[in-house]
């Protein structure tokens, strides 16, 4: 089985930046889709960004792009998510999760297999 674990997270002030990782177990890692959710406090999760297995595909919700770098070293099963030019709208629980499955609808809760624990960014106003 696959285990995740997002750290990273705390409390910054806007326009400041914070360095997100995802750390994974088992081998299937290096061949996996990985993705980022969020959910803010009352929302719903959403999507934030994904990388394809290979590292040369990524993709960003609107909200996030521009700011935010989603990267994988496979050689250490480690996924990251830097984020700069912080917002008090970024502010939520954010999660890892793997789709080893690799489906086309990345941006779907219900395409991936594993999730971590979720690590909370707070950015004050």
């Known amino acids: 089985q696959v285990q995740l674990a997002e750290s990273g997270g705390g409390l910054v002030q806007a326009g400041g930046s914070l360095r997100l990782s995802c750390s994974a177990s088992?081998?299937?890692?290096?061949?996996?889709?990985m993705g980022w959710f969020r959910q803010g406090p009352g929302k719903e999760r959403e999507f934030v960004a994904v990388i394809r297995w290979s590292g040369g595909s990524t993709v960003y919700a609107d909200s996030v792009k521009g700011r935010f770098t989603i990267s994988r070293d496979n050689a250490k099963n480690t996924v990251y998510l830097q984020m700069n030019s912080l917002k008090p709208e970024d502010t939520a629980v954010y999660y890892c999760a793997a789709d080893v499955d690799n489906h086309r609808l990345y941006r779907q809760i219900r395409s991936y297999d594993y999730w971590g624990q979720g690590t909370r960014v707070t950015v004050s106003s």
């Open positions: 088992g081998r299937t890692f290096s061949s996996a889709t």
